[in-house]
C-alpha cells in the first residue's frame, strides 16, 4: 500500500507525496491488541498499510459494539487529532497489522503547507457521518436480519469464484463481529446465518463468507425491515 493510494492524499504530486512519506511512521500490532483506548490523548494520526482496525464503543454494561471497520488504504483517529481531543472510542486490531502514523504536530504543520489535504479530509469524514447516521438508522429501524444482510453486502466485493460471480466478503468476520456490528446476540447471528446458507444465499469458501445470491439476500433484506411493515 502506497500513500498514493490514500484518499487524503488525492490531486497530491509524487514528489510531495514522497516528502510526506518521510513522517510517517510504521507500526505493527499483533490480532486482538489494542492501538488506543477511548479517552486516551490524541497524539496520532493512522493509516491501515495491511490487516484491519475495528473502532469500538463500549456500553455501561461492558458490551462491545463496532462502529466502524478500517480497511488497507484507510485512516482513523483523525476528527480527536485534528480537533486535540481524546480519542472518542476504542482502535483494535482485527488481525496481524501493519500502521502508518503521523503525529499531530508533522499532520497540522501539513495542513498548514497543504490546504488540498485539509480539502479532503472533510470530504471523507463528511462520508464517515453519512455512514454512521446509516448504521444507527439501520439499528434503530431494521430487524436483526436485514442489519446482518447488509453488512455482509457491505464488506462483500466483486470476486470470479470457480467460474462464476459471486460477491465474497473481503475480510474474515467472525460471528461475535457481525453481532457487535448489528447490535444483537452471538446466538442470535448464528441462526440467521444458517438460515441464509438454508436459503442458498450464503456459503463459506475458505473461511470467508461468499455471498451466491446477493439479489435474493438484498430483497430479503428489505422484507425484514421494519419501515415495509
Known amino acids: 500500500m502506497n500513500l498514493e493510494n490514500v484518499s487524503i492524499f488525492n490531486n497530491l504530486e509524487s514528489a510531495t507525496i514522497e516528502k510526506i512519506a518521510k513522517c510517517f511512521k510504521e507500526i505493527d500490532f499483533k490480532k486482538k491488541q489494542t492501538i488506543f483506548n477511548e479517552g486516551d490523548p490524541s497524539e496520532w494520526l493512522y493509516i491501515v498499510k495491511s490487516g484491519i482496525v475495528k473502532i469500538t464503543k463500549n456500553s455501561n454494561e461492558g458490551k462491545e459494539f463496532i462502529i466502524e471497520i478500517i480497511k488497507e488504504g484507510e485512516l482513523f483517529g483523525a476528527v480527536a487529532v485534528l480537533n486535540s ?13 501493519t500502521l ?7 499532520l497540522l504543520e501539513l495542513v498548514a503547507k497543504i490546504p488540498t489535504i485539509m480539502f479532503n479530509f472533510a470530504s471523507i469524514l463528511g462520508d464517515r457521518v453519512l455512514n454512521f447516521h446509516d448504521t444507527l438508522k439501520h439499528i434503530a429501524l431494521e430487524k436483526v436480519e436485514a442489519r446482518i444482510a447488509s453488512v455482509l453486502i457491505k464488506f462483500a ?28 446476540t452471538v446466538e442470535t447471528t448464528i441462526r440467521t446465518i444458517s438460515r441464509f446458507k438454508r436459503l442458498g444465499f450464503i456459503e463459506y469458501k475458505d473461511g470467508k463468507i461468499v455471498i451466491t445470491n446477493i439479489k435474493a439476500l438484498t430483497n430479503y433484506g428489505k422484507q425484514n425491515d421494519c419501515r415495509h411493515i
Open 85 to 97: 481531543i481524546p480519542y472518542p472510542a476504542n482502535a483494535i486490531s482485527m488481525e496481524n497489522t
Open 100 to 106: 502508518l502514523r503521523i503525529s499531530r504536530t508533522n
Open 157 to 184: 466485493n466483486q470476486n470470479v469464484i470457480n467460474g462464476l460471480n459471486c460477491n465474497m466478503v473481503e475480510i474474515r468476520l467472525t460471528k461475535q463481529d457481525i453481532a457487535d456490528m448489528v447490535g444483537t
